[in-house]
């Protein structure tokens, strides 16, 4: 017994702030299925049993787990058991939920009603806490637009200096030192653009599982694609003109992301098209089975409707094995061979525990339904809310590519004409005079379009994976804008009296 115990307490880990995080993700979720199958009749203990193999809630699971062993291998009273385990958890909310229904059942109150009210007050909190993230993942934005703004006035500074030998020399006399310099200033947007992809990884995340393996294919092909096509310039006889160091670099970084992008876009269609339908569906369900039809036949006639886009495939298919007697857990594990949504898959298995549970009663399918229909309206609206920063995206990276580029082909065009006096100034040239450092600056650019593309498609749809599309059209965008400044007659050098 003694052995035993050690091993139950070994299972423990002290609790964190993470995984606190961890838990209050899966926690609307979990509470759903305790309400529902409460009220086809299920006690919590029972639920917790279920709710064990959950690979779908693999933290709730790991809490079911540890108090199921608790109680059985123990002999720890379940009451007992979970107002312990509201003492040791660092989630507020779960802990709030442990000891409410602890509380409940000693004073003798409805078990339902309780579980009930807290189910619905957490999907109230969770869209609170929904547009609480919005405004952070808004500043977070806003945050990053003021520091482009701000790089880009310490590059027209610097490149203004290192354009200007008279006054580069008075303030860095050392040409190595100004190399440098001009150096540092290539990598200080990548590592800002790389610092804020990190704290977006912590703050969000997205609804479609299995999108990791996307994101680690596309960077892996922008390791081998980029570093051969930026050495080529270097190791050519031939001066490649037009196509120097920025545009093979962008060519590399944009068919490393077509892969991914088209990956990716595959699997957003089906998931998108099943996130809009599933609570339809569950509401077709849930009215069907008022007017006492069987759960199955309800199935049938909700996967039936019409307007689900590409999903209705996968419903069609479902309907045809439900007609073959196929067992409902076998079809729903089919359409997780199709569909990778976490918030679809995690309602129709809720829905499936219902139906196991006490053969769908209707109020429990109403209130599956209704928290559906609440999930989704959380991360509907917040997709919606940060969209328009897609757009901003756009417009900083366009024109901090364009002004950036065209600053640096102005003063050094004005450099050019400066009489030079004496021919130690920086060694006879400007930092920014050398073909090759300029070439170096507009590939800082193609590349810190694409880590704006990754760090957009982060924000706006929680991975990262989503942003190679981005990563595409921001990287063509700075492409087009190198174009114009090479080739359209833009020149600021007309604001000193003087034409290139």
């Not at 886009?309 to 061979?337: C, E, H, M, Y």
């Amino acid at each position: 017994m003694i052995s035993l115990k050690k091993r139950v307490e070994s299972d423990k880990k002290p609790a964190s702030k993470q995984d606190a995080a961890k838990i209050d993700r899966e926690l609307p979720y979990f509470m759903a299925l305790i309400t529902l199958m409460a009220a086809s009749g299920i006690t919590p203990f029972m639920s917790l049993k279920k709710i064990m193999h959950f690979d779908l809630l693999p933290n709730m699971s790991k809490e079911a787990k540890s108090m199921i062993k608790q109680v059985e291998i123990l002999g720890m009273d379940p009451l007992s058991v979970m107002n312990k385990k509201a003492g040791e958890t660092s989630s507020k909310l779960y802990q709030d939920f442990l000891a409410g229904y602890v509380s409940t059942v000693q004073t003798g109150g409805s078990v339902v009603h309780f579980l009930k009210s807290k189910m619905y007050s957490i999907f109230d909190l969770q869209g609170a806490l929904a547009k609480q993230l919005v405004a952070k993942l808004a500043a977070l934005v806003d945050a990053y637009m003021i520091i482009q703004v701000v790089v880009l006035t310490m590059y027209i500074m610097f490149v203004a200096l290192s354009s200007t030998p008279a006054l580069a020399v008075s303030i860095i006399p050392d040409s190595s030192s100004m190399a440098r310099l001009s150096k540092m200033f290539l990598f200080i947007p990548p590592l800002i653009s790389g610092i804020l992809m990190f704290v977006s990884q912590k703050m969000t995340s997205s609804t479609y599982m299995g999108t990791e393996k996307i994101l680690k294919k596309g960077l892996l092909l922008a390791v081998v694609a980029v570093p051969p096509m930026t050495i080529i310039p270097s190791v050519l006889p031939v001066d490649l003109g037009f196509f120097g160091l920025p545009y093979l670099m962008g060519l590399a970084l944009i068919a490393s992301a077509i892969i991914p992008f088209l990956e990716y876009q595959k699997i957003e269609k089906i998931n998108s098209s099943a996130e809009r339908a599933t609570p339809s569906i569950l509401r077709d369900i849930a009215e069907a089975r008022k007017t006492g039809l069987s759960p199955e036949r309800c199935i049938v006639h909700a996967f039936k409707r019409r307007g689900y886009d590409i999903f209705s495939g996968v419903l069609d298919r479902a309907v045809n094995q439900l007609g073959w007697g196929v067992p409902l857990r076998t079809i729903i594990s089919n359409v997780r061979k199709e569909v990778s949504s976490w918030f679809v898959l995690i309602n129709f298995r809720t829905l499936i525990e219902v139906i196991d549970s006490g053969g769908g009663y209707a109020e429990a399918l109403d209130t599956l339904a209704e928290s559906s229909e609440k999930m989704y309206n959380v991360e509907k609206e917040k997709r919606e809310m940060l969209k328009p920063y897609v757009m901003i995206a756009f417009i900083i990276t366009g024109i901090t590519g364009f002004t950036i580029l065209m600053v640096i082909d102005s003063f050094t065009g004005l450099a050019e004409d400066v009489n030079l006096t004496e021919g130690r100034i920086l060694g006879g040239s400007t930092a920014l005079q050398d073909e090759s450092m300029r070439d170096l600056f507009a590939a800082s650019t193609v590349f810190q379009a694409y880590l704006v593309g990754l760090f957009i498609g982060k924000i706006t749809s929680g991975t990262f994976a989503a942003g190679f599309k981005y990563s595409v059209l921001l990287t063509i965008t700075v492409l087009i804008a190198i174009i114009v400044v090479e080739v359209a007659p833009f020149d600021l050098n007309i604001l000193f009296g003087k034409n290139k």
